[in-house]
Structures are given as C-alpha cells and as structure tokens.
C-alpha cells in the first residue's frame, strides 16, 4: 500500500453496560501491548459529551487518523462519527458480544478482545479512501419517453431546477393518455371518474424552461456513466450529441398481442374487442346496451394479471352505466384485484349496478355467446344477447423498441440478461449452464432503447416478462445500470395516478445520482462511499472474470490490452469484482482480500485441548449484520464460539478468505447473505446468487483438505430474520461441535 | 308491490328480474353491493335444509333465474332469525330480502303446497286465534295434517322433546294461553289485510 503513515488510538467505550459484562483492562491490553496501537482510552461514552470531544481533538489536530472505536454496532452513532476527518474503524463488542453473551464470563471475553483483534487488524491493512477523479460532470437529465411517466418526470425534475431533455419517438407527447380522457381515480376519496389531465401536463411542460422536447426522436447510442453519459440524438433531419448526468428510462407499455386472444374469441367478430379498443368507442361516445367485460386471467399468456386490468374493467363498466342506468353490464373474472383504494372504485360500481360475476369463461362465439363456467351456481351457463365483449390486455413494458429492427445479437443479449439469476460464466472459460426455468419464449422484440455502448450489452436488464429488474423492495426505480433509472410500466404495471408518483420517486433517485457522481460518491446502498476497486495489474491475467461479474457493468476490457478499466461512477462498490478475482488482485482502499484475511489470522484460535472450537460469520452488511445487531438488542443468546466479519455484500467474499480460515484453524465458516433468486434481495442484485455458485465449488477444496463438506455452509437471512439468525448460528454450532475440531489447529 | 313480475327471461344473465327485485323488494336496492363471501349462508342455522341459502339466492336473482328462485326452498325455510344480516359485512338486508321474495313467491302462486304451507296454515292458525302460538295444538295441527298414521308417527318421533319441554316448563297441559286483547289482534289484522288489498 502508499505512503499513508497509520497513526492508530483505540477508544474504549465504558458506557451501555459494556463495563459491567467485560474486564477492560484486559481489553486494553490486547490492543495495545498485543496488537500495538500505541495508545488506548476509556470514556463512559465516546458518541457523546467528554468522549466525543477527545475523540474529536485528536482526529482534527492530526494526532489520530485512525480511530478504533470499540463499543457499539457500527450501524449506530454512524452519523456522529462520519464528521470525523480520517478513518473510523467500529469494533462491536455491544450488540454482538454483551448483549448476546453472559456477562463477566470467559468466553464472553475471547469474543470481545478477538473483535479488537479484527479490528486493529482492519486498521493495519486499510486506508482512508480518496476520490477517484474531481472533474465536474453533467447535471442534465434525459427523459426518455413522453407518455404520463415521462412528463411527470420531466416536470417533477424541472421544479427541482434541475435541466431536462425529454426525447419522445412519436410526433406528439401524451402517449396513451392523449387518446383518452376518464381516468380511474387517483386521489380521495377514491371514487368517480377524473379526468387524466394530459392536456395541462403536457401545457406545463411545453412551457418550461428547463426543459427542452424533442419529439420524432430516438436514442442512437449512450455510451459512458453517470455524469458524463454521452448519448446520441437521433430524428429525421440528423443527429446530435449531449452530455447527461443521469437518465431516466420512462418508456410505459404497449398491447399485448392479440393472437394470443384468439381462445377468447378475438376476431371472431368486431364486436369482440381488447379494452383498448373499447377505450376508443367509450371516447367516441359509442355507448353498449348490453356488455361483457372479461378480466383476462389467463396465466399462461399473461402471468402477471394486473391490478390494472381490473381498474380498467371496473372503469369501463362504470362509464357504461354512468352514460345509461339501464344498461346490463357483467364484469366476468376469476381474480378480481381491486386493491388498496380501489375497493371504493369497485364498491361505486356495484352500487351503480354493474353485476360482478366470478367464473372461468369457457367459450367466446361469433355470435357473442359467452359461456362461463359460474364458480357461484356450480353451472356452465351461457350469456346471450350482449352488444359487446371486451377482453382486459396486459401492460406488455417498452423495454425494447419496437420501431427498430433488432439486431440478431441485440435480441440474444436481452435473452441472456433476463434472468438475474442466470448462471455465470465459469472461470476455466465453460459454457453456462442452460438457465432451468424455460421461459426462452419470452425474449422481448425490438431494438434497446438506449443502445448502451457497454460490454455487457445494449439493453437494461429485465425480469421474465420484461419488466425493467430492480430490487422490488428496496430500491424499485434502479435499474441494473448505475445512474439510469426506470418509472411507470416499464417497470411494472400502473395507472396514471402510480406512474406520475413513480417518476417522483425516479427524479429523486436520478437528481441523487448526478449529484453523487459529481463529487465521485456511490449512490445507495453505499451512499457516500469514495472507495472504488482498484486493479492490480502486474498479476492480472486477463480472465475477465470481474467484467462478467460485475452486476451493474462497471468494468470494460481494454480494446487494446484487454486489461479490466473501471467506469468508475457505474460501480456501486458491492465488492463483487474482488471476490470473483481469482488471483486477488482486486482491492479497495478501506475492503480488500489482504485485509480480511488478516482479521481472519487475527483471532487467537485456542488448541485443541481447549476444545473451543472457532466458527468464522462472514456476514452481508445490508441485511444479516442488521439482523445480527436486532438479535443483540432483543437480548437473544448466539453461540459463543462465533467471530464475525461484516462483508459489503456476499459477493465480495473469495475463496481464499474461506481458505486461509481453514489453514488457521477455524473449524466452521457460515455466509450469510440476502436471498437469490427471481425473487431476490440481494442489494447488489447478483451478489448472492454469484456466492451461493462459487461456494459449491469448495466442497472440493474440503474434500482436498480432508475436511467434511459440511464445515462451510451458506443461508439466506432477511433483515427481520432476528430470530432465525440466532437459531441458525446456534444449530451450526452444534454441528461443528458434532463433526469435532479441525484436524489442522495448531 | 307496485311494479308487476317481469316475464320469465328468455336468456340467462339478464338483469330484468334482478332490477324488478332492486326497484320492488325491501333491501333489493343493496342487493347488488352482494361480494359472495357466503357469510350468510354460514351463519345461517338452516343453511343446510335450504336448497340454495341466501348466498347462492342473490346470485341467481342476478343470473336473471326468476323461477329458480320463487321456487326456491330457501325463502320458506327462513326463520327470520336474522343472524346473516347481522353478520353481512357489505350491510345487505338479507332477511327482508328473502322474505319479500317469498311473499312475491305467495302473491304469485309459487309457494309450496306441502309440508312448507301446512305448518304455516298451523302456525298462522294458532297465532291469529289465540295470538300466540302453542306449542302443542301448532305441532299437532302440522303433524296430522299428512294423514292420520304420519300424524302419530310424526308425534311419537318427537315425544321426548315434548317431555323434556313439559318438564322447563316451555309446553303446559290445559287450555291454550291467549293474549288478552283479542279483539284488538282481529281489527290489526283486519287493517293489514285492508292494506295488502289496497297495495294490490
Ligand atoms: S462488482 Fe461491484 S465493486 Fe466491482 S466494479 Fe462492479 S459494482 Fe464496482
Ligand atoms: S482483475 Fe482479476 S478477475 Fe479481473 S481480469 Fe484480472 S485476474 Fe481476472
Ligand atoms: S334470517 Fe333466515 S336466512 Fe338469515 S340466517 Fe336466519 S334463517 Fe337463515
Ligand atoms: S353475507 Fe352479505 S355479502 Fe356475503 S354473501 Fe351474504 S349477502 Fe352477500
């Protein structure tokens, strides 16, 4: 490492019981005589009063640059302390050791010093980190797409002062809500048709200043990162070039295939209609006398049924009705979804006696015969006599375009990227493996959108049905590009009312991400972060494996040399890169292989007559150090033999890590990390499914070692897990005291 | 009931009837607020004698099944005890629902001419003459009422209850208990008729 002279004090927190349950003079003499931090003090509190000023003194005159503060969990205090020049190093002897421990007891006092152990271990092998580049970039936004979502965005930006360019591929804005007026309600009290408002927001934004409307455009190419996207303007009379800070991707929906309609009758006559279709004769004034509105529950060709497809039939049913009381009217479904506030919407058309029938629609005819089977009479019962049947069609996402012939390749790429959870390509250069799932059938139409100008490809990476992927609990307006963000059905089905409260929430995040990568921070989750991973080339042979990795595409192969380059404001410092390196050679300033496996070979591993046995957690921070913590201050007791690491997301943990604790002589080791999967958690949306694949390969590496395979285990832990995470750590425990000690203690 | 029957449909599903029973039957107008949950029929404590229950009434007056549901069992099987419309969590008037529906069923000749209409002749019998009903004579009517030989098999089948309510003093021996204002009970009913004339 540089020149960075360590100038280390640990501070021994007295306060919060920690006094009471543990001798910490024998604390303070492990960290300084054993581990040789010059110095070491005690306060009753060092978040606060006397404490914190010392503590504040010393970093600010330079005395300290480096403080080990030992005593709470680092997930608390965070903000106090993140006012402190230099580096602050936690060492949680609260959460972890006092509040999960019997007080004054033995054991409870290994586990205490070995976390300062870790934690002096930590200081000697990290640095502060430094930015990486201080050149200021773009604060523009680009919108693209300017149908409800879009000009939401563009409007909710603008206010903010932010600059908007919105590019819209057709001739005018409004998308389908220019089309059409009544709208499902979307505010209090939820009932009555409103008027969607198209018109004036399309007025405000024409008006704006700040924002600039190109329509008959597309994106011809975007190349770069947040900051300094540099993006390609294309229209009828040429092209032109911009430079942006972040990107908002607001492309909405289009219709399903009607082919796909046919077993319910589509196009066996004109009057059998999609209710888009209807949408039109409503506008037109072309009211039924009689009408069917089927709510599509087909499964197979719409697995997603929407709650919007239900808000639609109750609307529609109810403009029927509003226009002719007499009217008969059947809302046909056999999931009605009329969630949240829309339980009003449905109660108004029942009272205005629109008749909800749950069956399973079993013929459509010519001659508008409806035969459902009526799950309430037990009965096939034919409908006859109608003017109208309307088929609710799913919200298929714009996240390809259409308009352009997609390239062979373009089209494989989005196939590839469609599963998150997609095998990866293995490091001896095999084939992936076939995904198992067999949805091969769902590979979106079309040209990318942005046509990104990354190594992994053209296309924002989607889920199954082509929904935009983000992390649906955490952050819903990511996408799996750093600094693009997506709002309103691209990324899941909505009405007006959603979609103009998503792109609030995508301005917020986008305006955050330009922001961020102007002062070369990372966005969330790891706001804040300066440290970047960086390449250690001299041993790096090109396996590009950090590339492929990587889930946001940060990393680039040099054309030339073919050496990994780094789009630095693309990376979310998940870590992901480091632990796919088979050769180490990635590292952080503050995270990297050389320091935790020095935290590792820190722990005084006790002999074998001891018969302690030494269990290594390495422990995702997002959500299993989280629950670690709430396991601690519910009081829950964990096993005692237990030393833990936090990991910025399990995908940053090597195989060596997991090596050198078994040549130590740790006789378990636990990952702990988010759920993988379809369904995942993960915060780096692969970390985890990238660690669950690699860890099934150490099985070998025991079995090499003559060791049970059985000793490294992987599990899943949620945020609220606070009990499972005790209950799982204690039933390992056992098991590693069932398989006995590791035949290579010392 | 001031709007006549509609026709019997020509077709299923169609609304006719169900808006004639909105327009003309107490409570008929929240019928449609109806979600099926079935609460009704669960609570009701003759559910299972009923051929359809309340439930599975509403859907049919929506599916437009008018002479399914004037013939129905459910709506002479009912007790008015009430239970399903207390519990009914969209506020429907279940009970008077199934009753107006069986007096249209009476008005229009569909009530049944069994067991249904003997315990009721027994029943309004017992209550217009004495003003209560007894429990020996109203039984004893009904059970006869299928012939002599069903009349004492019908009552030595229930003996046992007759015992045991002899003994909690629910049934006594000797003449029938009467209100005291008989008069008075004759001239409400008289009025009651007069009006059922009048509404037609
Ligand atoms: S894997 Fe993570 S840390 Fe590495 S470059 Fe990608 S985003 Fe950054
Ligand atoms: S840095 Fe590591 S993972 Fe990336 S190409 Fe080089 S050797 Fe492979
Ligand atoms: S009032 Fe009639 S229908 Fe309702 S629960 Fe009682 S018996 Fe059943
Ligand atoms: S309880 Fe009420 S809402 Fe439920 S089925 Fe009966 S009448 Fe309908």
Redesign the interface.
């Known amino acids: 490492m540089s020149e960075f002279e360590r100038k280390p004090c640990v501070y021994l927190c007295e306060g919060c019981g920690i006094k009471d349950a543990l001798d910490i003079d024998d604390l303070e003499r492990v960290a300084t005589m054993e581990m040789g931090v010059p110095e070491a003090k005690r306060s009753d509190s060092f978040c606060a009063g006397d404490g914190y000023e010392t503590l504040k003194k010393d970093m600010e005159s330079g005395d300290v640059n480096q403080a080990i503060i030992v005593g709470c969990s680092p997930r608390v205090m965070a903000e106090q302390f993140r006012e402190l020049p230099g580096q602050v190093i936690r060492a949680n002897i609260r959460e972890q050791v006092v509040w999960t421990q019997p007080p004054n007891d033995e054991d409870t006092q290994m586990m205490a010093a070995d976390n300062i152990r870790m934690a002096a271990a930590q200081a000697q092998n990290s640095e502060p980190p430094q930015a990486y580049w201080d050149a200021a970039s773009s604060l523009k936004l680009l919108v693209v797409g300017g149908g409800v979502s879009g000009l939401s965005a563009a409007r909710e930006a603008s206010k903010t002062g932010c600059e908007v360019v919105l590019v819209e591929k057709s001739d005018a804005l409004g998308g389908w809500a220019a089309k059409w007026s009544k709208t499902i309600p979307g505010a209090a009290p939820y009932t009555g048709l409103q008027e969607n408002g198209i018109a004036d927001l399309i007025k405000e934004v024409e008006e704006d200043k700040n924002i600039t409307v190109h329509t008959n455009t597309i994106i011809g190419q975007t190349e770069g990162m947040p900051g300094k996207f540099t993006t390609q303007l294309v229209n009828g009379k040429g092209d032109s070039w911009d430079v942006f800070g972040s990107i908002i991707v607001a492309t909405g929906w289009r219709e399903m295939d009607t082919a796909k309609l046919e077993h319910l009758g589509y196009g066996k006559s004109d009057d059998i209609v999609t209710d888009i279709q209807f949408e039109q004769r409503l506008a037109d004034g072309n009211i039924p006398k009689t009408a069917a509105i089927i709510i599509n529950p087909d499964k197979e060709i719409q697995p997603f049924s929407s709650g919007v497809s239900t808000k639609v039939a109750i609307k529609q049913a109810l403009q029927i009705m509003q226009a002719d009381p007499d009217a008969m009217v059947y809302v046909i479904y056999e999931e009605l979804r009329a969630h949240g506030t829309a339980e009003s919407f449905y109660r108004e058309a029942q009272e205005a006696g629109v008749v909800f029938q749950k069956g399973e629609v079993k013929s459509v005819d010519g001659d508008l015969t409806v035969t459902v089977h009526d799950d309430l009479l037990g009965a096939n019962i034919p409908m006859t006599g109608l003017d109208v049947v309307v088929i609710t069609t799913g919200m298929i996402p714009n996240s390809t375009n259409i308009d352009i012939e997609a390239a062979e390749k373009g089209e494989d790429q989005l196939k590839d990227d469609i599963r998150p959870n997609l095998p990866l390509i293995t490091i001896n250069g095999e084939e992936p493996e076939a995904a198992s799932d067999d949805d091969d059938g769902d590979v979106m139409p079309g040209g990318p959108i942005l046509n990104l100008q990354y190594r992994q490809g053209p296309h924002i990476p989607v889920l199954a049905n082509g929904f935009a992927d983000s992390h649906y609990i955490c952050f819903p307006y990511e996408t799996r590009r750093t600094g693009i963000y997506t709002c309103g059905p691209v990324r899941r089905p909505m009405t007006i009312a959603e979609a103009k409260e998503d792109a609030q929430g995508a301005v917020l995040k986008a305006i955050q991400a330009m922001r961020m990568s102007n002062q070369a921070e990372a966005v969330h989750p790891r706001v804040g972060d300066l440290s970047y991973p960086e390449f250690g080339l001299n041993i790096c042979t090109k396996c590009r494996r950090c590339t492929v990795e990587c889930p946001f595409g940060a990393i680039d192969e040099d054309p030339e040399t073919d050496y990994p380059v780094l789009n630095p404001s693309r990376c979310r410092r998940c870590g992901t890169c480091m632990g796919a390196c088979p050769v180490s050679t990635i590292s952080f300033k503050n995270y990297n292989p050389q320091m935790v496996s020095e935290m590792i070979s820190a722990v005084e591993i006790p002999d074998e007559f001891d018969e302690k046995p030494r269990i290594l957690v390495m422990a995702c921070e997002n959500d299993a150090i989280p629950a670690l913590d709430m396991a601690g201050i519910n009081r829950r007791q964990i096993n005692k033999y237990m030393r833990v690491i936090p990991v910025r997301c399990l995908g940053s943990v090597t195989l060596l890590w997991v090596k050198t604790a078994l040549e130590k002589g740790y006789d378990g080791i636990m990952l702990m990390g988010c759920k993988s999967g379809d369904d995942y958690q993960c915060h780096f949306v692969k970390g985890s499914a990238m660690a669950q694949e690699r860890m099934s390969k150490v099985g070998e590496t025991l079995q090499s070692m003559m060791m049970e395979e059985e000793r490294v285990a992987v599990t899943e832990i949620a945020i609220s897990d606070t009990r499972k995470i005790a209950d799982t750590l204690n039933s390992f425990g056992e098991t590693i005291e069932g398989l006995g000690l590791n035949p290579f203690k010392m | 009931m001031t709007a006549p029957l509609p026709e019997v449909a020509s ?5 006719t009837f ?2 004639w029973v ?1 327009d003309n039957v107490e409570g008929g107008d929240k019928m ?2 109806c ?2 949950c079935g609460t009704c029929s669960g609570s009701c404590p003759i559910g299972p004698e009923m051929d359809n229950g309340p ?2 009434t509403f ?2 007056v ?2 437009g099944m008018r002479e399914e549901v004037l013939s129905s069992s459910t709506l002479w099987n009912c007790t008015s005890c009430y239970r399903c419309t207390v519990r009914c969590p969209r506020g429907i008037k279940v009970t008077a629902i199934i009753q107006g529906l069986a007096q249209v069923a009476a008005k229009e000749g569909y009530a049944p001419k069994g067991e249904n209409a003997s315990f009721a002749n027994a029943f309004w019998w017992s209550a217009s003459t004495f003003g209560k009903t007894d429990e020996r004579l109203v039984p004893t009517l009904y059970y006869f009422s299928a012939g002599f030989m069903e009349g004492i098999r019908k009552s030595l089948d229930n003996l046992k209850i007759a015992i045991n309510m002899l003994k909690a003093g629910r049934m006594h021996i000797g003449m029938p208990h009467t209100i005291k204002d008989k008069k008075g009970l004759k001239a409400i009913l008289a009025k009651a008729a007069e009006i059922e004339k009048a509404k037609g």
Do not use: S
Not at chain 2, 11 to 15: A, G, I, S, T, V
């Open positions: 077709r299923k599903y169609d609304l169900a808006r909105r449609n607020m979600m099926q439930r599975k859907m049919m929506r599916a």
